[in-house]
């Protein structure tokens, strides 16, 4: 089945810098990679989305790059908010799995005012 | 607010019992999805209901049963509990089963086992 791994665990930066995450995933038949962010005891809220079909989307601060050779996807997070604090989680889906989400490890983001 | 509602928010119970979570998805949603949130495991795919049918599952135990309903809405049924089934159990719906359609997390229900 499908693997996907998140680094780094945790991220923490000045406000202001700019954040990124990766992740890798191992079916190369997955063509959906999601972004969710978690924040403390709430659920995971969509933040961002690829298809498999595209290499870069952007909505205003963030970002989301795909290297489908490499079985590399990242998140980009620029001029970082206090706010921007929570868990991402980047998760990889597919048709042929039930698309079943399988998520990263997470990674927790820290943005120091 | 996704739309998707869950119940009971907190449950506590002992080990060896029975639970039962509730998932009521977005209106118009017709796929339901169970994910199981640990410490140790990170977040997990339990499984997808569409429109009343089983379509896939993930790393469900046996202990562990799932159903939907005629009126879409999804219940999760844990039985012999142990201390490690301890986490959070999130449902979350999708109007179809494309890979593209986003999956809407409810608020998790919050399950303590001691």
């Known amino acids: 089945g499908e693997n996907v791994e998140q680094h780094p665990s945790t991220l923490s930066v000045q406000e202001g810098d700019s954040a990124v995450i990766k992740c890798t995933y191992s079916d190369s038949a997955s063509n959906y990679f999601p972004w969710y962010k978690q924040e403390l005891g709430k659920r995971p809220q969509l933040i961002i989305d690829i298809r498999s079909n595209v290499g870069e989307k952007k909505d205003q601060r963030i970002a989301v790059t795909l290297n489908k050779t490499a079985k590399h996807f990242s998140l980009h997070i620029t001029e970082t908010q206090p706010e921007d604090s929570a868990v991402y989680f980047c998760?990889?889906?597919?048709?042929?799995?039930?698309?079943?989400?399988?998520f990263g490890g997470g990674t927790r983001l820290m943005v120091k005012p | 607010d996704s739309g998707v509602t869950q119940t009971p928010k907190h449950l506590i119970t002992a080990t060896g019992q029975r639970v039962t979570l509730r998932c009521s998805p977005r209106?118009?949603?017709?796929?339901v999805y169970w994910y199981q949130q640990s410490l140790d495991q990170g977040l997990q795919f339990l499984i997808h209901?569409?429109?009343?049918?089983?379509?896939a599952k993930g790393n469900i135990l046996e202990r562990f049963s799932a159903q939907q309903f005629p009126d879409l809405h999804s219940e999760l049924n844990l039985s012999s509990l142990e201390l490690g089934d301890s986490a959070l159990y999130f449902c979350?719906?999708?109007?179809?089963?494309?890979?593209?359609?986003?999956?809407?997390f409810g608020p998790g229900t919050r399950l303590t086992v001691l």
């Open positions: 979350a719906s999708s109007s179809g089963t494309n890979s593209y359609n986003e999956q809407f």
């Open positions: 998760a990889a889906i597919h048709n042929n799995a039930g698309n079943m989400l399988t």
């Open positions: 209106s118009g949603d017709l796929s």
């Open positions: 209901y569409y429109n009343g049918e089983e379509r």
